[in-house]
Each structure stands twice: as C-alpha cells, then as structure tokens.
Nanobody
Framework: QVQLVESGGGLVQAGDSLRLSCASS??????????MGWFRQAPGKEREFVAA????????YYADSLKGRFTISRDNAKNTVYLQMNSLKPEDTAVYYC??????????????????WGQGTQVTVSS
C-alpha cells in the first residue's frame, strides 16, 4: 500500500504564494513510474483536477483555469511531488489532495484513474 502525505498548506492572503509537497512511502524505483496528480475540493463543491505530471520526461498537464499560476514538479530521488501556487485567490481555498496513478502511460484529469490518495492539506486564501 502506498501512502501519500501532503504538507505545506495554510492560511495566506490573496496574492501570496504557497508550495505544497506530497511525499510517497513507496520505493524510488516505483514512485518514479507513477503519474502524480493534484486535486482540490472546496466546501460544498465537487473535487476538481488541478495538475498532473508523468514519470517520463516530467510531462505536465494543467486545468485550463490554473495555467500560468500553478506549477507541478517532482523529485523522484525524494519520492516527492510539489505544487507551486502563485498569485493565490480566495477561490483557491480548498483541501488539496495528491494522488498517484500506477498506469505510467497516461496522464489526465480523471480522478478515477488514480489509485492512491493522500489525506489532504487545507489551503485558505483570505481577501
């Protein structure tokens, strides 16, 4: 069983930046093959795709509405994926989850593709 642990959330003001981290308990040889994704869920709303990064060449995929403000990256040596969030807005307030897809040949926004999920980290952006 793979465990994913998010960190880095908190309370910030509009315009600030945050970097979220997601550490995996699996081995480096396995982690490096997973497609990793970030999702978020605001109160009363459905879960929303944020970004994903593949194992091969670090190919990335973003929700259209977040391109340019959010950046996903990974450090396979540290079994960690990151989400850099800039110019934060109150509407970015949500619980942010990282997830891992064992199918290495795909990258996408379908939450059903992801096999493992973290417990989430709260991001609150005040106006």
């Amino acid at each position: 069983q793979v465990q994913l642990v998010e960190s880095g959330g908190g309370l910030v003001q509009a315009g600030d930046s945050l970097r979220l981290s997601c550490a995996s308990s699996t081995t480096s040889s396995a982690f490096r093959l997973y497609t990793m994704g970030w999702f978020r869920q605001a109160p009363g709303k459905e879960r929303e795709f944020v970004a994903a990064i593949s194992w091969h060449l670090g190919r990335t995929y973003y929700a259209d509405s977040l391109k340019g403000r959010f950046t996903i990256s990974r450090d396979n040596a540290k079994n960690t994926v990151y989400l850099q969030m800039n110019s934060l807005k109150p509407e970015d307030t949500a619980v942010y989850y990282c997830a891992a897809d064992r199918i290495t040949s795909r990258i996408g926004n379908n939450g059903n593709w992801y096999d493992y999920w973290g417990q989430g980290t709260q991001v609150t952006v005040s106006s």
